[in-house]
Nanobody, 113 residues
Framework: QVQLVQSGGGLVQPGGSLRLSCAASGIIFSISVMNWYRQAPGKQRELVAQITRAGSTNYVDSVKGRFTISRDNAKNTVYLQMNGLKPEDTAVYYC???????WGQGTQVTVSS
């Protein structure tokens, strides 16, 4: 059974940085597209960043140039480095393994002064 365990997140001031991690169990991690989604209160869940097994990346326009998704297949872990955080980035962030799909437990990111 695949499990995704997230860590990171929390409260940060505007302009600050956070890094989210998502560790996966199971051997299918290295062959799966991995995604980060977020859901703000009253809004639909949106795809924020995606990384293929080869390392190609895609981002929603609102985070381009500020967020970086990466993966370490040896550690079965995907990361989301978030810089230049804005209040509108406040949301619960979820990692997702496209094969399945499987979801992490979610982690709160709050950007506020």
């Amino acid at each position: 059974q695949v499990q995704l365990v997230q860590s990171g997140g929390g409260l940060v001031q505007p302009g600050g940085s956070l890094r989210l991690s998502c560790a996966a169990s199971g051997i299918i991690f290295s062959i799966s597209v991995m995604n980060w989604y977020r859901q703000a209160p009253g809004k639909q869940r949106e795809l924020v960043a995606q990384i293929t097994r080869a390392g190609s990346t895609n981002y929603v326009d609102s985070v381009k140039g500020r967020f970086t998704i990466s993966r370490d297949n040896a550690k079965n872990t995907v990361y989301l480095q978030m810089n230049g955080l804005k209040p509108e980035d406040t949301a619960v962030y979820y990692c997702n393994m496209a094969i399945g799909p499987y979801w992490g437990q979610g982690t709160q990111v709050t950007v506020s002064s």
